[in-house]
């Protein structure tokens, strides 16, 4: 349950939130043609699911027991045998993993952008700097990630086919709430409003 079905939906929570913040976005999403055959056809929509697991990663945390001793750049080890908590959250917001156009400016981390998965934007960066799914030759990442993200790109598609998703005004601001997976303090609450008969 936890693993095919909380993350998804902490996922696709914090990917709508994110469209409501940024209306820019979710209008181009909602222009995308949708074509059964060929998920892959919503380049935006997948750009802006990746952009929001790296913001809101739903699994924020994984642990690895050492199988040989590691040596770290600064010349410190740890030995083999030692279990390791890597923190998923902690690596897509560190400005040094390229994901700024800007390094320096670390606060440009904290920004939605979509555009940073673009495939001219991330030609430079490393494989290891986004891993919501885990990674990793012969290790335990996740199985169901390309399921996952078909099941998200319909979820999302047929919802913004349909509705336009709006802010809770009456509703403080969510505190992201780490647990086993990403939650918001409170529940994460939206509105949606019927798009009209004929904008679509
Ligand atoms: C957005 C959705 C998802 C995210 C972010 C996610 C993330 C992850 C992560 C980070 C791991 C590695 C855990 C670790 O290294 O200790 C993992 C493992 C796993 N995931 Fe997912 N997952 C998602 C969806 C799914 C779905 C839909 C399924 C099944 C249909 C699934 C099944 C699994 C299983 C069975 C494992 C354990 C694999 C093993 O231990 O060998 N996940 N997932």
């Known amino acids: 349950m936890f693993e095919g079905e909380d993350t998804t939906a902490s996922a696709l929570s914090w990917i709508l939130y994110n469209l409501v913040r940024h209306p820019e976005y979710q209008e181009r999403c909602q222009q995308e043609e949708i074509e059964w055959d060929d998920l892959a056809q919503l380049p935006f929509l997948t750009m802006c699911i990746k952009e929001s697991m790296r913001l809101h990663p739903p699994v924020t945390v994984i642990s690895r027991c050492c199988a040989q001793d590691i040596?770290?750049?600064?010349?410190?080890?740890?030995?083999?045998?030692?279990?390791?908590?890597?923190?998923?959250f902690g690596i897509h917001h560190n400005?040094?993993?390229?994901?700024?156009?800007?390094?320096?400016?670390s606060v440009f981390c904290q920004v939605y952008d979509p555009f940073r998965s673009d495939l001219e934007n991330i030609k430079d960066r490393s494989p290891l700097a986004f891993?919501?799914?885990?990674?990793?030759?012969k290790v335990r990442n996740c199985i169901g990630q390309t399921f996952a993200m078909s099941e998200m790109k319909v979820a999302l598609a047929f919802t913004l086919l349909r509705f336009r998703v709006l802010p809770d005004d009456k509703e403080p601001e969510p505190r992201r709430k780490p647990e086993l997976i990403l939650r918001a303090?409170?529940?994460?609450?939206?509105r949606v409003e019927p798009l009209s008969v004929g904008t679509k």
């Open 71 to 88: 040596s770290l750049p600064d010349g410190r080890a740890i030995p083999k045998g030692v279990t390791c908590i890597i923190s998923i």
């Open 95 to 105: 400005p040094l993993c390229e994901f700024t156009y800007a390094p320096w400016f």
């Open 131 to 137: 891993i919501p799914f885990s990674t990793g030759p």
């Open 185 to 190: 303090e409170g529940g994460l609450w939206l």
